[in-house]
Nanobody, 123 residues
Framework: QVQLVESGGGLVQTGGSLRLSCAVS????????IGWFRQAPRKEREFVAT????????EYADSVKGRFTISRDNTKNTVFLQMNSLRPDDTAVYYC????????????????WGQGTQVTVSS
C-alpha cells in the first residue's frame, strides 16, 4: 500500500511563499508520477502541478506557472511544491497524489492520495 503525507501548509500573507512536501512510502518511489492538486472552498478539486518519475518533466496549471515549482528528491522519497508570490485565490487544501501509469494532469489517473494540507493566503 502506498501512503502519501503532505506537510508545509499554513497561513501566509499575499506575496509570501510556502514550501509543501509530500512524503511517499510503501512502494518504489522512483516509479511514481506525483501530482499536486488543490480544492478551494465551494470549488471542485483542480490540477496544480505534476512531475515525472525521473523529475525531468513537469507540467503546471496556467494559474500557477512562473510562481510554483515542483521538484522531487528520489533519495528521500519526497516531492516538493515551492509556492512563491502567493495570492488569496491560492487558498485551498493542497493534496499530493501518485500513480505509475502515465505522465498526466488528469486527476482521475491518480490512484493514491494524501489527506491534504491547508494553505491560506491573507490579503
Amino acid at each position: 500500500q502506498v501512503q502519501l503525507v503532505e506537510s508545509g501548509g499554513g497561513l501566509v500573507q499575499t506575496g509570501g511563499s510556502l514550501r509543501l512536501s509530500c512524503a511517499v512510502s510503501g512502494r518504489t518511489f522512483n516509479n511514481y508520477v506525483i501530482g499536486w492538486f488543490r480544492q478551494a472552498p465551494r470549488k471542485e478539486r483542480e490540477f496544480v502541478a505534476t512531475i515525472s518519475w525521473s523529475g525531468r518533466e513537469a507540467e503546471y496549471a496556467d494559474s500557477v506557472k512562473g510562481r510554483f515549482t515542483i521538484s522531487r528528491d528520489n533519495t528521500k522519497n519526497t516531492v516538493f511544491l515551492q509556492m512563491n508570490s502567493l495570492r488569496p485565490d491560492d487558498t485551498a487544501v493542497y493534496y499530493c497524489a501518485g500513480q505509475t501509469r502515465l505522465f498526466t494532469t488528469v486527476q482521475d489517473a491518480y490512484a493514491y492520495w494524501g489527506q491534504g494540507t491547508q494553505v491560506t493566503v491573507s490579503s
